[in-house]
């Protein structure tokens, strides 16, 4: 099983992938509809562990903002996938019977139990995106700040001499012009989550040699983004995995087609699964010392200003969780779950 995200919260507010997912028209698409509660992830966790057992290839989709709850699931050998469609993530059929299925989960609840609760639901539900408002402008503030660093970091950037190193490394991996349109697929395997960042090592288990780069500057996407522009050249399949907070730049690579993959490590990335690395690149030595020592009291501050900004980003998330815990409540209270496990497993007779 692969765990990875498909959303994140960013810079510029919530980012979705979920385009990526909704057009594999050859696939069964079941779009999860319902409000808070009423088992969306329990019922795509229930679908997940079946194929699982089953021994199919699952990807599991979570979500960025509290990662213990799914967004989606996609059961590669049998051609299905299941996604939370409600908001902020919300998804609409475009072919609608023909390729997507609306499983409305609001069909199973009491309403009668919700109405006498209609205005803590209210209030919670506000309250909830109050703390998502102040939430997207800490995560602005750190765009904004990363974006004094990136300006610093591009000025002592050498690209001919990383262009050069590239070139060689893949010419050493034998990455030879396959003469082909590349397929891309885009992931993020971290997030800055109610607990803090989280990162999911397992995309990487089937990955024989790893190309690691040590960045101390968070100027790694410079040779991630440099790396992609010459192995699209070459016509590689590749996963890029992109950065939570901006999603333009690209943490790591993977070429499913040669076993190899680009991963970054940094003051948030920090990797504990062993790994069969064959080089380690050093963001430094593709810097100019002058420039970076110059700049070294902006660097340290942005540096100081993100840390202190990402635990408040962590903080307000676990505060919505904890709202999004009470509001869930209610849906759980005028649930009908035994029709919900009933739903689920129809879905396993019929699509696993």
Sequence with gaps: MVNTFLAANTERGFYSLFDEMTSKTDHNILLIKGGPGTGKSSLMKKISTAAEQKGYQVE?????????????????????????????????????????????????????????????????????????????KMLSAMGEVSQMANKIILSAFDRVKAEKTLRKLFGQQALVPLGKKAKIQNR?????????????????????????????YDGAHLLTNLAEKILDESGYDRIRLLSPLCPQQIDHLILPECSLAIVTQNHRLKWQSEMNIIKTLSVKSFLNGEIISANKNKLSFVKKMNKTLSDEVSEYLASEKALHDKLEKYYIDAMDFDALNRQSQQIIAQYL
């Design 188 to 216: 993020f395997i971290s997030a800055l989550s109610c607990k803090g960042t989280v990162l999911y090592e397992d995309i990487l288990q089937n990955t024989r040699c790893v190309v690691l780069i040590e960045d101390s």
């Design 60 to 136: 599991q989709i979570h979500c960025s903002s509290d990662p213990d709850s799914l967004d989606g699931v996609w059961i590669k050998d049998k051609k299905l996938i299941l996604l939370d469609a409600t908001s902020p993530h919300c998804v609409d059929p475009k072919y609608p019977g023909a390729v997507e299925q609306i499983l409305p989960l609001g069909e199973l609840w009491d309403r009668s139990k919700l109405i006498p609760h209609k205005q803590e639901i209210i209030a919670l539900s506000q309250s909830i995106s109050g703390l998502f408002t102040q939430v997207y």
